[in-house]
């Protein structure tokens, strides 16, 4: 959470940094922002990863029903002359 928060607080920095140089131009403020937040989209992916629980294991059991019959393989329609 620690990285996160810090990783947060640099992709600020750095979009203020871009925001305040009146040489740049439009485009390259939008295009250093985008790059900004994507090293902060990436930490958060990794986060998220890391944090989520583990799967459960399902059993044989665990469907809620019978299972569906087995279908017939598919004929084909065509007419013969």
Same mark, same amino acid.
């Given at each position: ?40 989209? !990436?930490?958060? /992916? ?15 059991? /665990?469907? !809620? ?17």
């Amino acid at each position: 959470m620690r990285r996160l928060d810090e990783e947060s607080h640099t992709a600020g920095l750095r979009i203020t940094t871009y925001a305040k140089d009146p040489a740049n131009s439009v485009h390259q403020l939008v295009t250093g922002s985008r790059r900004a937040l994507a090293d902060l989209s !990436a930490t958060r /992916a990794r986060w998220h990863h890391a944090t989520r629980p583990a799967p459960a294991i399902r059993t044989p059991a /665990a469907h !809620a029903g019978p299972r569906p019959p087995p279908t017939s393989p598919a004929t084909t329609a065509r007419n013969t002359r």
